[in-house]
Antibody, heavy 119, light 106 residues
Framework: QLQLRESDSRLVKPSQTLSLTCAVS??????????WSWIRQPPGKGLEWIGY???????YYNPSLKSRVTISVDWSENQFSLNLSSVTAADTAVYYC???????????WGKGTTVTVSS | VLTQSPVTLSLSPGERATLSCRAS??????LAWYQQKPGQAPRLLIY???NRATGIPARFSGSGSGTDFTLTISSLEPEDFAIYYC???????????FGQGTKLEI
C-alpha cells in the first residue's frame, strides 16, 4: 500500500526558504501516470494547491506561487521535495504531499506537516 | 475559480444533502470532491464529476459537467458530518484549484 510521509514540522523565519521532503514507500515514484503534489491548508482555512511534478519531470505550479516555488524529485531516494522561498506569515499552514491522477484528483495523501513562519 | 454553496449546511442523520460547486468557466468533467474531518487529510470521494473513488459508499454521488456540479449524499450517516471541498483542473496547462468548502453540520 502506497504511503507518503512529509518531513517533520518546522519553524521558519520570515524571508527564508522553506524546504520539505515527501518520502514515498510501498511503490515507485517513477511509476507512470502520476503527479506528485503539494497542497497546503492555513489554520482554519481551505485547501490550496501548490503544484506538482509529473513522472516525466515536468512541473506545474499555482500561478500565485509560481515565482517562489520549486518542486523536484530524487528518483534514487524515491522522494520529492518542495522549496518555497521568501516566506511570510501567510505561508504558515499544514503542508500535505500527495499523489494525483489525471493531473488533478488526489487518491493518496500524506498526514501533513505543520510549518510556522515566525521570527 | 470554484464557488461552493452553501457555506454551511445543517441537516440531521437520515436526511439528504445536496452540495453545489460552480466553476467560473467550463472545466469539462475535471471535477473531484473530497471530505475532510478535523485533524485529518482530505479523502477522495468523487472524481471526473461522477465516479466514486474506491471504497466510497453508494450513498455518495456526483453529477454535473461544464460549470455546475453537485455532490449528493442520499441519507446522511453520523460520520458524514465534515467539510467538503470540490477541486478542478484546467485543460492545459493542467492547473488546479479548490473551492472554499462546505461545512456539513448536524
Amino acid at each position: 500500500q502506497l504511503q507518503l510521509r512529509e518531513s517533520d514540522s518546522r519553524l521558519v523565519k520570515p524571508s527564508q526558504t522553506l524546504s520539505l521532503t515527501c518520502a514515498v514507500s510501498g511503490g515507485s515514484i517513477s511509476s507512470g501516470g502520476y503527479s506528485w503534489s503539494w497542497i497546503r491548508q492555513p489554520p482554519g482555512k481551505g485547501l490550496e494547491w501548490i503544484g506538482y511534478i509529473y513522472h516525466s519531470g515536468s512541473t506545474y505550479y499555482n500561478p500565485s506561487l509560481k515565482s517562489r516555488v520549486t518542486i523536484s524529485v530524487d528518483w534514487s531516494e524515491n522522494q520529492f521535495s518542495l522549496n518555497l522561498s521568501s516566506v511570510t506569515a501567510a505561508d504558515t499552514a499544514v503542508y500535505y504531499c500527495a499523489r494525483a491522477l489525471n493531473y488533478y484528483y488526489i487518491d493518496v495523501w500524506g498526514k501533513g506537516t505543520t510549518v510556522t513562519v515566525s521570527s | 475559480v470554484l464557488t461552493q454553496s452553501p457555506v454551511t449546511l445543517s441537516l440531521s442523520p437520515g436526511e439528504r444533502a445536496t452540495l453545489s460547486c460552480r466553476a467560473s468557466q467550463s472545466v469539462s468533467s475535471y471535477l473531484a470532491w473530497y471530505q475532510q474531518k478535523p485533524g485529518q487529510a482530505p479523502r477522495l470521494l468523487i472524481y471526473d464529476a461522477s465516479n466514486r473513488a474506491t471504497g466510497i459508499p453508494a450513498r455518495f454521488s456526483g453529477s454535473g459537467s461544464g460549470t455546475d456540479f453537485t455532490l449528493t449524499i442520499s441519507s446522511l450517516e453520523p460520520e458524514d458530518f465534515a467539510i467538503y471541498y470540490c477541486q478542478q483542473r484546467s485543460n492545459w496547462p493542467p492547473e488546479c484549484s479548490f473551492g472554499q468548502g462546505t461545512k456539513l453540520e448536524i
